[in-house]
């Protein structure tokens, strides 16, 4: 199998085959390596973007954490 660029605007695009089963939408991190090769790493996502906080609360008080929801070290580590 040989993949093809073709220029479209100002990038260069390649086509994945379907039977590689890649779904549409998909956001991969691209990288060159040191010997040319081109690799496309799937894109970190944050898991925890969608929870509800609420359901989040009710948990810690049913698991009795307590938690002020404070800043204490690099917690943040999604930005």
């Not at 220029?7 to 060159?32: A, D, R, Y």
């Not at 894109?43 to 204490?72: C, P, Q, W, Y």
């Amino acid at each position: 199998m040989v993949a093809k660029t073709r220029k479209q605007g100002n990038s260069l695009m390649i086509t994945i085959p379907s039977n590689l089963g890649v779904s549409e939408n998909e956001e991969f991190t691209p990288s060159v390596e040191k010997d040319g090769t081109i690799v496309f790493k799937p894109a970190h996502v944050n898991i925890f973007a969608n929870l509800d906080s609420k359901l989040m609360a009710k948990d810690r008080e049913d698991l009795g954490i307590t938690d002020n929801l404070n800043a204490v070290g690099k917690e943040n580590v999604w930005d």
